[in-house]
């Protein structure tokens, strides 16, 4: 409720009024100018120019509904498809009372709704209660994001650290994780914009892209003359490095225990123990077929290929990004549900543009190297350097 107090020291904003009648913009414009300052746009198209050019300098907008040029319903549209209905708040001004209309206005993002004629007093109060209760809403989003951030950043780090002590035990540089996670976003987020049946939301894709870190986690029991070998593996040998599938998920699996319920630990699990099967059920452990694969396992198994290819190994230079893209194509590193081949040639540009500029994550990868170089050789000098750990074989 707005006291005569909380009016006083409302610090005063800015109001875009949208409307192709000039008597309802003086009447507003009476109504509101000692609260907030005032623009006037003559219709849906004059505002969207306006709203394009200020962007969050605006407080406020009082949108007509029945317009010549642009509607305001187009004008909501507008708002939507520029993420500006994030920013700005609405408030429907129309004759119109038909309950279709408001719904309609409601569902496009309105904040309000105030029919013709109205009350002055009325109207002022709305709009400053919707400022005010607009703008305490995205403080309280903001603290509730920070909070989510510190704990998603805290299980990130912890699970990145993991999963480079992996990384440097199989002797890859660590990058392998960052590419892992990017490859899996890019190509999540392509499948959720090209097919709508796919439903992740920006928490689940998070959820899955950081599960990914874990996906070769079972490696940590493979032995070292096996992981390093620097060249082809025996039949015998492969036998055992494939083991490390279902052993990265039935360490997962303890956590499932103590966790039944958290999305991290089931996508952990489900990546672990299937990002080696294949569409035609050639892979392993468990030969699963087609889409009994869970979808997110199939985009890891893809982005795990993809870089095995395109980064540098002792028993092979990097293949280019359209070499890596062909082999794919061509089933040489196993057959691939085709659906996620037409994300994968969808998001290429994406995929091979971050990769080449680091995904922004240089600083962040520094950080994780210098905590598992600290993890590992703690111990003393006379412990090996990371360098020369690196050096030794990997196999993916």
Request: net charge negative.
């Amino acid at each position: 409720m707005i006291t005569e107090n909380t009016e006083k020291s409302f610090k005063k904003g800015t109001i875009l009024i949208a409307d192709d009648t000039k008597l309802n913009h003086r009447i507003l414009r009476d109504i509101l100018s000692n609260n907030f300052d005032i623009i006037s746009a003559m219709g849906g198209a004059e505002a969207l120019q306006i709203l394009n050019e200020k962007g969050k300098e605006i407080s406020l907008l009082l949108l007509d509904i029945m317009m010549p040029d642009v509607d305001g319903f187009a004008v909501l549209e507008g708002l939507r498809e520029s993420n500006l209905i994030e920013e700005i708040p609405v408030i429907m001004i129309s004759a119109n009372t038909e309950a279709a209309t408001i719904n309609k206005a409601y569902e496009l993002g309105a904040w309000d709704y105030i029919t013709r004629p109205f009350n002055a007093t009325a109207v002022r109060h709305r709009a400053i209660n919707t400022v005010l209760t607009f703008a305490k809403e995205k403080k309280l989003t903001a603290a509730v994001l920070e909070q989510v951030l510190k704990k998603e950043n805290g299980e990130s780090m912890m699970i990145s650290i993991l999963s480079h002590i992996v990384e440097f035990r199989n002797g890859e540089s660590g990058l392998h994780v960052l590419h892992i996670n990017a490859i899996t976003e890019l190509l999540l987020r392509q499948l959720v914009k090209s097919h709508p049946e796919y439903h992740f939301s920006h928490k689940e894709i998070s959820q899955i892209c950081l599960a990914s870190s874990l996906h070769d986690i079972g490696k940590i029991a493979i032995p070292e003359e096996i992981l390093n070998k620097p060249g082809r593996l025996t039949p015998e040998e492969f036998k055992i490095m494939k083991t490390h599938a279902a052993i990265g998920s039935d360490l997962i699996s303890h956590s499932m225990e103590a966790y039944p319920d958290e999305p991290l630990i089931q996508y952990a699990y489900g990546i672990c123990r299937w990002h080696h099967e294949r569409w035609d059920g050639s892979g392993y452990p468990d030969g699963l077929k087609g889409d009994s694969i869970p979808i997110y396992a199939q985009i890891v198994s893809i982005a795990d290929v993809y870089d095995a290819l395109t980064s540098e190994r002792v028993y092979k230079p990097p293949f280019t990004h359209e070499q890596a893209l062909y082999m794919i194509d061509r089933g040489e590193c196993g057959i691939f549900n085709p659906l996620l081949l037409k994300c994968l040639h969808e998001c290429a540009d994406n995929i091979r543009s971050s990769l080449g500029n680091g995904f922004d994550s240089v600083n962040k990868h520094q950080r994780l190297e210098e905590a598992v170089h600290e993890a590992i050789y703690m111990a003393g000098p006379e412990r090996p350097s990371v360098s020369s750990v690196r050096k030794a074989s990997p196999k993916s």
